[in-house]
């Protein structure tokens, strides 16, 4: 079943996933209009949308989610027909030291938009969909084998992932309770371009050419599962139109890595790209005090996705991880302006002192 859509609000599209979902609508759809509603916080950036922000099916709304009329006058405004929700608070290390931020965003700012789709949705829910985006983090930490399925109990350990796994029980609680129209999906760590330089792979990119100390938390040995980003925006292209109401998709690459293996592979790239010296950027490898609370080792088992509906990665992490690289070295000066006032001060807080 395929569904289509009229006006499709996209919250978040500033930010990193959000910016390659809203490029992939607005190419894919001419049909419909696609709002992207985003409060441009400091990992909130236009720029990222350059290259399509005069296509006539694209529109950009400054608003935050928190402010519920706010929120409320733009469902009457444009009666949104679906929502794709990536707006939050996303950085772990963040979430550590300001915790209610990201209930206030993550929790306070999806009440806002289920009470508004709600609203003016409940006399007729054929044909809506509030598609919420969320994280394998919600599933907290797994042992050395064995992979998270959309039946794993929820355990989240650190204040972004309890934020998150709260909105996402909001989400459902609204499908049982009121029959509001819902699919979530949750995926594994995602890396590409545009991603903002306070997350592993593009703090590390941009670390190596400034030849500042790459900081490794704890041993290192720490695992996370790589998804391509652009392999996420097609996979919740496919889960907005064909996912079944009601329903859980995982989403991930199948492609696990301990962080020092990745870590040793970025620097050799970056080595080959910059034509430095074979082992020189590894030699800025710092191991620092561990992040609190650090979930040992995240897998996705994706495979209801690709047998429910077909979906695969389109690029090999090699592939990925290339590209990747080449975007940032290309695109010094997205880096330059994103690396912000308030960046170097959380930089200096969280690394120097
Ligand atoms: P991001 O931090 O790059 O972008 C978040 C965007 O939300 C920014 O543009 C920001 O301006 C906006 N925003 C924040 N607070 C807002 C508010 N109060 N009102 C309106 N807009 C606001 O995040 P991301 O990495 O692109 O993640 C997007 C979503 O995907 C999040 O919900 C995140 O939990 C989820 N997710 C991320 C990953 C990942 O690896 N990055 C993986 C799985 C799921
Ligand atoms: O799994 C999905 C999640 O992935 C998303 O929900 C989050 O929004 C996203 O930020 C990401 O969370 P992580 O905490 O896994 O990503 P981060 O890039 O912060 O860290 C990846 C791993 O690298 C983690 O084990 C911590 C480690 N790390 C991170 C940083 C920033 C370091 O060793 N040093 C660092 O400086």
Redesign the pocket.
């Known amino acids: 079943m395929t569904r289509n859509f009229k006006r499709i609000l996209v ?2 599209g ?5 910016s390659h979902v809203v490029r992939l609508l607005v190419k894919n759809y001419p049909d419909y209009n696609i709002y992207n ?5 400091y ?2 950036n236009l720029e990222n949308l350059k290259d399509i922000e005069n296509e006539i099916n694209y529109n950009f709304l400054k ?4 402010n519920a009329e706010l929120i409320d006058g733009l469902f009457d405004d444009y009666q949104f027909d679906a929502i794709i929700h ?6 772990v290390d963040r979430s550590i030291s300001d915790p209610l931020s990201f209930v206030k ?1 993550n929790v306070i ?1 999806t009440m806002n938009l289920l009470n508004s789709a709600k609203r003016i949705w409940q006399d007729d829910y054929s044909d809506k969909l509030f598609y919420h ?3 394998d983090e919600v599933y907290g930490t797994l042992g050395e084998k064995g992979l998270f399925t959309e039946n794993t109990a929820y355990d989240p350990n650190s204040p972004y992932s309890a934020s ?1 796994a709260s909105s996402d029980h909001f989400v459902r609680a609204y499908g049982e309770t009121y029959g509001l129209p819902y699919i979530i999906s949750n ?4 890396y590409g371009p545009n991603q ?1 330089p306070e997350k592993l792979i593009p703090l590390f990119i941009h670390n190596i050419v400034e030849k500042k100390d790459l900081p490794v938390y704890g041993d290192g040995k720490y695992t996370r599962d790589w998804l391509y980003v652009i392999d996420h925006a097609r996979s919740i292209d496919l889960i907005l139109h064909e996912g079944s109401k009601k329903e859980t998709y995982n989403i991930g690459g199948f492609n696990e890595w301990q962080n020092i293996d990745l870590i040793e592979l970025l620097c050799k790239l970056m080595d080959e790209k910059l034509n430095r010296e074979i082992g020189s950027s590894a030699k800025l490898i710092n191991y620092v005090k561990d992040r609190p609370g650090h979930d040992k080792r995240y897998a996705i088992d994706a495979s209801k996705l690709s047998r429910t509906l077909g979906w695969k990665p389109s690029v090999t992490f090699e592939e990925g991880l290339s590209k990747t690289i080449d975007w940032y070295l290309h695109n010094k000066k997205w880096l330059d302006h994103v690396v912000s006032g308030d960046y170097k001060e959380y930089y200096k807080k969280q690394y120097l002192e």
């Open positions: 919250t978040g500033a930010g990193f996933i959000g509603l985003d409060n441009l916080t990992a909130g608003a935050d989610i928190t990536l707006a939050a608070e996303s950085h965003t700012g985006i969320s994280t998150k995926c594994s760590n995602n903002f």
